[in-house]
């Protein structure tokens, strides 16, 4: 069983996890996965963390030969199970076997036993928070959930080339909808951009009642309120997991240009109809979270 601490780092996606992931992993006392370690090459050392450390954040960019943090799916499904990677629904604890939580642990120690100075494992999912099946397999572990707004979640989902909202919930990433979504995604003529809007809306409700059953170890912080004031709010996520903000860290950090420049992107990306009808869909779940409508 593990002995350092675990933390996880949670979004629909495209909502600002990624960066928040690797701006966390930029901490000394962090261990974590490489995209090296997912693709087989390499599995994480002192060393490679080190240097990735010390690479400018414009060397770690998407779409390109990169050695960054990684959700890391594909050693997930290789190592622990591909029921981590894409499940239809969110997973629990009654899907936690005794075998499962060996390999989990098995995975993060292996990740962890050769970093000295690392104090703690931060991991990223995306989708479904799957928080109550991890939270089973490590009872202290801390959680930040990464929101954004829906209507720029969907707008962005939209335009990806991994998508499948286009075929539908009988093919998409998410298994079948809720029956009052369904109806929700009926009454506006089973529209793309809602459908996109509903996925959005169903992960965030799913997130919320994770939310609720671990109390203080959930953190939710809005993605627009880290780029508003980068400091506030990764004070905030280095204290939830226990630690400092050093100058390491502020190093780190300053190798990022933290820009809100797309934020309200989808206000000129979706024409004004689609916009009414993402809103109509997803209205009281943005007010939870204190986005404006309108």
């Not at 005794?98 to 120690?109: C, G, I, Q, Y």
């Not at 202290?140 to 969907?154: F, K, L």
Request: proline residues 6%.
């Amino acid at each position: 069983m593990t002995t350092k601490p675990t933390a996880f780092i949670l979004g629909t996606g495209r909502c600002g996890s990624t960066l928040v992931h690797e701006i966390v992993a930029r901490h000394p006392a962090v261990g974590f996965v490489t995209n090296l370690d997912d693709l087989g090459i390499r599995r994480g050392n002192a060393q490679q963390l080190t240097l990735w450390r010390r690479l400018p954040a414009a060397l770690s960019e998407k779409g390109r030969a990169r050695l960054a943090p990684s959700e890391g799916y594909r050693v997930v499904a290789r190592e622990i199970s591909p029921m981590l990677v894409e499940p239809a629904a969110d997973l629990t604890e009654a899907d936690l076997t005794p075998w499962l939580t060996e390999r989990l642990h098995d995975f993060v120690n292996a990740r962890m036993n050769h970093l000295e100075s690392a104090e703690i494992f931060v991991h990223k999912f995306t989708g479904w928070p799957r928080a109550r099946l991890l939270d089973a397999a490590f009872p202290d572990s801390r959680y930040v959930h990464i929101v954004r707004d829906g209507r720029a979640v969907a707008n962005s989902w939209l335009q990806t080339d991994w998508w499948r909202g286009h075929l539908g919930p009988s093919g998409w990433h998410f298994g079948p909808l809720p029956t009052d979504l369904a109806q929700d995604w009926a009454d506006a003529g089973q529209s793309q951009p809602v459908l996109a809007a509903l996925a959005w809306r169903l992960l965030t409700d799913t997130h919320e009642a994770c939310a609720s059953r671990l109390g203080r170890r959930w953190l939710t912080v809005r993605y627009e309120d880290l780029l508003d004031d980068p400091t506030a709010q990764l004070t905030r996520i280095l204290e939830h997991f226990g630690l400092p903000w050093n100058d390491a860290f502020e190093a780190g950090l300053a190798r990022y240009t933290l820009s809100p420049s797309r934020v309200d992107a989808f206000r000129t990306e979706l024409s004004e109809d689609q916009l009414a009808a993402i809103e109509s869909a997803i209205t009281p779940a943005l007010a939870r979270y204190g986005y404006p409508v309108g």
